[in-house]
Structure formats: C-alpha cells, structure tokens
C-alpha cells in the first residue's frame, strides 16, 4: 500500500525518539514546578493615561522583589477613578502579588474580573502566566492548560512556546483516563490536547499501538501547533512513570480544604460564582489568621466518591460541595465519609453523619414568606408560579407552608413564562369582577416569579382585584440591584430574601467592600456568591451552630437535628419601587 509521505514522515520521526537525547526543555515536570516557582515573566508596557503612574510603581517593587510595599502601594490607588484598561491593569498587579504570597485562590479572582484583551501583548503575556500558574496551584488542570494555549499564540519565541506545550502534555497526563475521554464545551480548544494526552499517558500500556495512535491524531488535527519533531525529543525528555511509595505519598499529602464543584458542563457557571465567593471569603479571613488552601476538584470530572476519596488521600480535611443533588444521595450512600462535608444542597428526608447540608433552599424561603404573610393577617391564600417543574415544585412548598401555618388554601394556578397576557390565569385564580365566587375570600397571592414577569404580572393583578389583596413574592422577584424606574410596578409586594441583597454596612464582606473585587454577577449569581461567602464561614462553625446561630450573608444561620442549616431571611416591601427592609422574621 503506498504510504502517504506527511503521515510516514511523522511515523519515521516518532521511531527515532528512543535514539535522540536532546530535550526541549529543562525540566521534565513543568506543571509541578510551576506549583513551586513563579512561571518566566516578560516585562510589561503601561499605557500612558492618567493613573498610569501609581500602576508603575507597583510593578517597578514587584519587580524589586518588595512585596509588602507594593500591596500598600496597590492599597492607595482608588479602584473607581480607574478606566477599564487600568481595572484590568490593577487586577493583575494584586494577582501578582498574591501569587508572590502564594495565594493562588485570591490571585484566580482577580484575574478572572480582569480583561485581557485590554492590555498591551506584553501585559497579556503576564496575565496568562500568572493565569496559569494560579489555577495549577488551586488544582484546575484543565483552566490551566487552557491559559497555557493562550501563550502559545501571543509569543513568538520558540523556546517560551515550546516549554508552555511541554506543560500542557504534563498538566493533561495527571488527569484520568475518563476526564481525558471527556469533551467540555468551556475549553473546546483542549480537545486536541487531551486526545494526545492519553495517548501519551497509555503509551506504556501493553500491546498499545501508540505509533498509529499519534498517525490518527495528526490526521484528525493536521493544523495543530505541536510538530512530530517536538513531539520526538519530547518522548525522549519524558521519564517513565514510576510508582509512588506510600510513604513518600504519605509525606506529600499538604493538609487543606477540598472543594467539589462543577467546572465543566451545565452547572459550570454556578460553580464559579460559589467558588468566587469562597476564595473572596477565604482571602478575607487570611488578612487576620493563616487559612487551610482551598484545593478545587472538578465535580463533573468523574464518580464523586471517587474524587471524594481521591481529596481525602490528598490531604483534604475538611471538604465543601458538591452542589449537585444526586452527588449527595451518592457521597450519602458511602460506607462512612472520614472527613466531614458540607455539601452546598440540600436533599429532604437524608441524614448521615459528618455530612451537613447548607444551601438556598427554596423550603426555607417558602416558609419564611408564608410566616411573613400570617404575621400581617394573611388567612386565605392562592399560589400563582410558573408552569414550569421549578415553578410547581414552588406551588407545591408554598401551599404546604401555608397550609401547615393553618391559613386556608383557595387555589393554585400556574401560567406560562413565555406569555404576556396573564387575564385567563388570573381570572381563574381570583374569579371575575362579579359579586360573587369563592374569590371575595381570597385576601393574600403567593407568588413566584422573576422581575420582569413579576411586573407584568403585578400590573393585571391590581386590575383582577376588586378588594385589599396583599401579594407576596419568592426570592427573585427582585434583581439585587434597585432600579426604582423598573420596579415601580411592583410597589406594595412583600419579599423576604438574603440579607446581602439589603447590605448596608461598611464592614469587610458588605458589598460595597466587595464592589471592585469582581465584576457585577449576572442576575441569580449573586445569592451563589453569597452561598460561597457562608460556605467558608461556616467551616469553623459546625460544631457551635445547633447553640450558637451564625449571623451570615445568606441569613440567619442554624443548625438542627439533621445536620441541616437552616435560614432566617430578611423581609422588605417595595416602596416606591425601591425595598424597604422590616427586619428578620422571626
């Protein structure tokens, strides 16, 4: 059969890498040691605009190795007074810091508010350096890679691009066979990188063909960066993988807190906003005490219990998360969990020890407003939520709070979300404008909805009701952002919610503190930063919280008999469009 000459050269040159010593790089570990040692820095070219110069002089004490008077420098420039290049500038500058201080988990969120795309190449380059080595030393494989690729087409020198594609193949090959058989849609660029990656990471393997491995993947990506003649003195730099002793093993396990949550799929963008909470927490709490590191595990990386035990053998000590139900019921379903957990949902009717449940549970929330309701002289009620699953699971709490308070239940409806025209709906719920009908009772709607449905909703509510009808809203029907012009509509509706929605304290964790550490979330986003904040803070806590409640940003915190943490939210009423707060309810 005749050979094709690219795929035959390819196939020549892998045969001869047993014979060549010449490696490309330095070390045969790039990704371990840059865990260790800062990654190669290249200067930086400050654009010449106001402020520039306070941004200077962080980086010229960086540069001179003097920490401590960089952060005070850093401390002075105001965050606000900055434009979007500088912000971006300036988030790079505390990341370079805190990687010096080797705090990684603070390091990631600031860079991951930072822009890129702002900054000169020669910014770029730091950025994704300091990317790279943060994520790697907070665990993230795959993100880290990812910053890696990065570099490869922002520099032009050979060498720098081909250390950074010898620490892709090294990151990629710790990772397991079943997360290297795995796509995920948030680093599409990976996917030739970890299809390499377990070829290399099988090559070992009797009776694999790695040689017709390597011919079938140059085929599948003929455009790819990483040349056949790398690739050989690669091979031939890489020693094999000898196994651990367990003492040796033993004496690498560095003592810190696990935490399993989503990086990739569906759920990824949740998992982010709980981490980002949990890092600025953490972060918070190192400015007074040294903090155990959060080490982050992918929960879609794999069967939970095996990263579970997979964290435990790495020193975990404690682990937070996962977010997913169903991972719950499946660490619930272990023998025993040797290290306590606290998982960031909450599963009715489970019970296990060393496993606390904590989230925003929409019970808690049902039962709060249902209370709040009673408490102004709520007795007959109906339930109005989308018809949607979440929206009937809503129906189906709120009804059972209320009617477990002894209020009496009228009726439930459900309306679609897509729609406009709520009339049909309404009209069932609250009977037409006659003198007549079961209606006239009805003197409280439990509702759910978002703002904006929530407006459109509230606007035919007030034309279907001929009597003093009191409406009360689920967490969601506002955004966390007063804007009193939109939520004019929604005057008169009652809501309980987290108290950091309401913050209006200067202290560390208010959010105007936070406010130019990360960029605004998206909406929804900010209670799961809030739930990442309550997350850490509660790690020290478990043992006191059943006696002792924790005043927290998600609520009024406790603990009951189920290992389950309980909320006590805050209760406002529009008012003008803008919330007004009456307090905890009680």
Known sequence: MPCHRPVCWFFSLLLLAACSSEPVRQSAALATRSATKPLPTTGSTLSRVVGDESLLTVEKLLAAGDRQAALNTINQVVFTGLS???????????????????????????????????????????????????????????PAASARIRLIGLSQDQKFRQENMAGILDMLQTLSLETLNSRSSLFDELTSWMGLAKILKLRDQPGYEMNLQLNQWQLKFPGHPLTPAFLQTYLASVPLVQPVEPEIAAAAKVPGIAVLLPQSGSYAAAGKAVADGLQMARQLAANAAPQLPLKFYDSEGGNIADIYQQAVVEGAVQVIGPLVKEQILELADMPELNVPVLALNQVENLKKPHLYQFGLSPIDEAEQLVLKARSEGGQTAVVLTANTRQGRRLAAYLAAAWQNSGGVLADSQGYEPGQHDFSAVLTALLGANTDSGSWQRTDTVLLAASPELGRELAVQLKYHQTGNLAIYAMPGIFSGYPNPVKDAELSSIGFCDIPWLFDGDDGP?????????????????????????????????????????????????????????????VCARFKGGVPLVSGYME
């Not at 508010?113 to 702002?118: D, N, S, Y």
């Not at 850490?536 to 005043?551: G, I």
């Open 84 to 142: 979007a290049g500088q912000r971006s500038k300036y988030n790079l500058l505390e990341a370079e810091i805190a990687l010096s201080g080797g705090d990684a988990e603070h390091a990631v969120v600031m860079l991951e508010t930072a822009r890129p795309k702002l900054l000169p190449i020669a910014d770029q380059l730091d950025y994704y350096q300091s990317l790279a080595q943060a994520y790697t030393q907070v665990g993230r494989i795959l």
């Open 509 to 569: 964790l208010s959010r105007a503190a936070l406010a130019g550490k990360w960029q605004a979330p998206g909406e929804g986003q900010i209670r799961l930063r809030a739930l990442g904040v309550d997350a850490f803070n509660l790690l020290s806590r478990l043992a006191q919280l059943a006696e002792t409640p924790y005043v927290g940003v998600t609520g009024r915190l406790s603990l009951d008999g189920d290992n389950r943490i309980t909320r006590k939210l």
